[in-house]
């Protein structure tokens, strides 16, 4: 059975690859119009279709792979990083598929979250470890409900912060946009609205961004460098923090491939006001999940260790990136932190959930370093 989870592990690992290949083909092939309309040509539309199919059969395999590592390991199968990682991307991928491309009618985008689906399962395919008991810190039935919350959480966190992502972007393109226009651009999020400056008036419906000649003037004001640099520059960072060079050098193309998609996706992207909607509401669903981790993970911690907290290194960078989305969420209902300054605590947070899990976990010693 072990064998079969690696197996199965790395033929979904291929199909996400295939099917985020075959999205960004159909996002390609996708015309957007003055209105913001989206229309895929018949190329497009085989290639949504082949990608949709490609997803379903590796999120399958994925199921799969867990399992059969579970049976393998006669446990729930998400007891170290490895495990954490997998099923961490494959929530992510069913959550993309159920809410993104089939409630939200954002197919198109699905490539945006395969991508760090696939990296993660890369991430974990590097701490690999082979399938056995757990140690004894961890047999306990609080495994299966703290470590379950916390996946859950975190996998959704993951889709929210690719929609913040795209929503900076969005963002920033249609506030160019609108300079050059000589339009006053409000802000792309719920309750904002394109004015024309010689009226005064309302241009169009809150949030729906300016009115432009071409969906490719979207393009012209971003410059795809910069798009490339910044994850490039991230994931070489990433490899030198894990003291491997070459794992950082070779990662770093992979990023910028991903940027320069995301530069090229701009006229295609939903409104930036849709996308910071979404970007909240996979929050505010998420975040309830992940504060009733961290309260199972205390009634854990009594348990095992005769202490409800003791600032342990994992537990501070929880209590911390807990407090960023709450800070998010806040900055949501205040009027004035609507918009990109909330998005940047989002992402801000998130990339506090990133060094929690695996700087934490690799790097500091505590009581949560078995989960290596």
Sequence with gaps: MAELSNTLFFTAFGLYIAAMVAYFFRMAFTRATVDGVLASTRAGERAGIAATGLAVAGATAHLGSVAARGIAA??????????????????????????????????????????????????????????????????SYWLKIHVTAMVSASAIFILAFVATSLYLAKDTAEQRVAARSGQRYAAGTVGAASIDLESDTAKAPAGAGPAIGSPLELRRVMSPVWFGVFPAVFFLVWGLAKYDVVR???????????????WYALPYLPSAAQLDALAYRLTAFALPIFSFAIICGAIWAEEAWGRYWGWDPKETGSFFTWVLYAAYLHARATHGWR??????????????????????????????????
């Design 248 to 262: 950082g050098m070779s990662m770093a193309p992979v990023g910028a491939l991903l940027g320069v998609a995301a």
């Design 74 to 139: 006669d446990r729930v199968p998400w007891a170290n990083m490895y495990e954490y990682s997998s099923v961490m991307a494959l929530i992510a991928v069913v959550a993309g598929l159920v809410v993104v491309q089939r409630r939200m009618g954002y197919g198109h985008l699905m490539g945006f979250v395969l991508a760090p689906a696939v990296i993660m399962m890369a991430a974990g395919a590097m701490l690999f470890v082979p399938a056995g008991p757990t140690v004894p810190a961890l047999e």
């Design 339 to 372: 918009g990109r300054r909330a998005a940047w605590i989002g992402a801000g947070a998130f990339v506090a959930l990133m060094v929690t899990y695996f700087a934490v976990n690799l790097f500091v010693v505590g009581l949560h370093s078995y989960a290596t």
